[in-house]
């Protein structure tokens, strides 16, 4: 893994070999406050490091003091063009800003953000989509979004806060295109010590998505590239922390609670298998331990696909096997099957002992 400069967000340390934090964005405005809160507080307990809030005008700037009082997760305050803003969502206790420093107009506000900032130790985030490129980037680059467009458009925005000083910066180059994506962020990775905040921008609803985000978060991750990650969906926002756990888990960089692994079925099953999986999936959200739990549709060769798993049950025509790493504990009733498999989790939730 790339070692960068770590920057704290609020009780969150990002960069600097810290556990990779996942994000994602209210759909509140922050003026709503109890909506907020509820769906911010939501956010934390899904297992959401921090959460961004768009802050379009002064209300919302000045509501996030509020919304602050009534919230545990660390909050990144949004912000376009509008300097004053910034100054605004600082006074209201944020805890990092997006916004880029290029953007804002005249030197002086750029002093006055960053002035701010430092004293409060509130780190600036440098957001690049390859949608929004500028037009002289795009002329440099061929008339297109480009990964080294996108690339010298953040190191642009990187150079006006280091000018004055400011290194406690986070950076974003984001593509709805994966490709693109992953090529930007290899190349910045390269160029930079800034911790990266990774993402499949318009990634698309929850199918496809999750899919690309996958793709593209994943691989970069693998790469040792990336210390704080957001999946954005078309969807409700507790989606995007459930897939930014699972790209996680499923490449082994942080486990959140059991991971369970199911057979794809074939001719020889003789139960529901995926209406068994979807339950024994629901259920498992209550358990905390990182164990791996597989639910397969034979008793012939289910045990023994699934070796690795902690626990497992098997289903076979009326009657089942529960098994234990690859060994059957003993044969149950098929519909007594899931209640047997809970109890055996719970049992070693309390006494950890497998
Ligand atoms: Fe088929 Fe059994 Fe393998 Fe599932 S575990 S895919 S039912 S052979």
Known sequence: MKITRQVRVGKVLVGGGAPIAIQSMSTFNPVDVSYAAAQINALGEAGADIVRMAVPNKQAAEALAD????????????????????????????????????????????IKVVSMAKEKQIPIRIGINAGSLPMHILKEHGGHPTAEGMVAGALEHVKILEEENFFDIVISVKATDVPMMVKANRMLSEKTIYPLHLGVTEAGTLYRGTIKSAIGIGTLLLDGIG???????????????????????????????????????????QVNLIKMAQIVEEKLQQFKKPIKVAVMGCPVNGPGEAREADFGIAGGKGCGLLFKKGKVIRSVPEEQLIDALMEEIEKFEKEGDI
Do not use: W
């Not at 009082?69 to 006074?91: G, S």
């Not at 926002?237 to 490449?251: F, G, N, Q, Y």
């Open 67 to 110: 919304l602050k009082k009534v919230t545990k997760v660390p909050l990144v305050a949004d912000i376009h063009f509008d300097y004053r803003l910034a100054l605004t969502a600082m006074e209201s206790g944020i805890d990092a800003l997006r916004i880029n420093p290029g953007n804002i107009g005249k030197r002086e506000n750029v």
């Open 227 to 269: 210390d704080t990650i957001r999946v954005s969906l078309t969807d409700d926002p507790l989606k995007e922390v459930k897939a930014a756990k699972e790209i996680l888990s499923s490449i082994g960089k942080q486990l959140y609670g059991p991971v369970m692994i199911s057979c794809p079925t074939c001719g020889r099953t």
